[in-house]
């Protein structure tokens, strides 16, 4: 717990805004000055505007926006105009976030009142609770505006296909926040498995995400939202609006939460849509928790080879292994994960070498089966080191959501692709969204292929 009475949200690697405390940045106004002084020597400022500057918006700057936030205001030509959130500690605590990077916005409750009196904006971030992705996305995309919505796409597969129809129907991108597409660690295993095929024929996959105890977020006693606001909006109780998560109404569960980041990569790095899932959960510890603590989900992707077939769980109780996707074939298995002291490869005995096994500094020396990647250094399978490298090695250093977020700006800027587009996002909240419903019917879910389109 952090001095808000809030526990850390789920592991992200790079300073959480959440450790900055109410003290700090809503009543110590000097705090938030030297802030203001260290920070502006780190980036960009407002100050230095141009015309060309993408003109923002958040709404929803609660944990994860406030990480946004951070992770934006380093791509210059960034000015954040405005932001909404119903919770004025939230609000304040966002401002004066903001101001620390010297940007100045107007404030709302009411994205509705945003929309309608913020004249130039360009694009808007979206970080609300997922019950509410799909309404303020749609709003937004109406508005005329480009829109960065963070996953779960939706808690709902309606939600998720009424964004799609939206995005299309204004013309304006929607980007989804599954920021491992835009992470170059990524992309460097998806080419050595798909291009350079150095799992061979790939067989199976599995992947996880454990944690110690399940996230919740407490808020400061003097600082709730009084009953009727939070009936206004739809939550009942101060648990409620802050544990969100763990509620059928607002969340699709631990699966959608955490899940939806792996199974992304699942479809991603097989190149395919699901076939069929089994799956198995429970509200076995947190007993009073409308949602399963844990899942135990087994996929099948069919291959033009055959079946490829992968185990993943998400479980509450136990951080063993942490976070992590693999995947296993006739020639050897990779290890990936956002937490960047994961990522190798081990080869098969027997699997057959190659010329740049020999000439790369990245071999564990033990017995040279095992390999750490490391972009800009294994790059080439062929030996070579690539030109790029050096490049790709700096990119590698920037966090997963500053990656994403860049991508997003780059493809509102110059047209550039976005690497999760509302396609994409709705097809993984097919695949994670029909895990609830596996279990709920103790039945393997077969998927149609046209359940992933729209
Ligand atoms: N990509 C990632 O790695 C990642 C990590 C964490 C969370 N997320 C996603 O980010 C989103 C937010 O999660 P969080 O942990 O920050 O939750 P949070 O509860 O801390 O933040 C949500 C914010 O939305 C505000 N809000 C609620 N209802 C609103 C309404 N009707 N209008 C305006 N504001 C409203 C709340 O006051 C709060 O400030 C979720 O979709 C979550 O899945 C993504």
Redo the contacts with the bound molecule.
Sequence with gaps: MDKQGCQQ??P?PGPDPQELTRREFVQNTSMAASASALLASMTATAEEATPDDINLAI???????RNLILNSVKTPGIRYKAL????PY?QNYAKNYLKAYKHSVNVYSD?REMLAQEKDLDAVIV????W??AEHTIACLKAGLHVYC???MSNTIEGAKSMVVAARESGKLLQI?H?RRSNIRYHHAIKLITKDKVLGQMNHFSGQWNRAKRLE?GWPKDEPLDEETLKK?GYDTMDRF?N?RWYRKFSGGPIA?LGSHQVDVFSWFLEANPKAVLASGGTDYYKKSEWYDNILAIYEYEKEYGMVRGAYQVLNTTSHGGFYETFMGDQGSMVISEDTRKGFFFKEVGAKSREWEEQSETFDKMDKKAFELKIGETLTPDGKKDPKGQQLLAESQKKP?QLHLENFFSAVRNGTPLSCPAEVGFETAVSVLRVNEAVEEQQKYFFKPEEFKV
Excluded at 59 to 65: A, E, K, R
Excluded at 127 to 130: I, L
Aim: some cysteine.
């Design positions: 949200p789920h992200r709404i929803g700057p609660g944990s994860q926006g909404c959130d119903i919770w939230h994205y970080a609300t609770p997922d509410l992705h963070e996953k779960e926040g920021q977020f909006f802050r969100w939460d959501h």
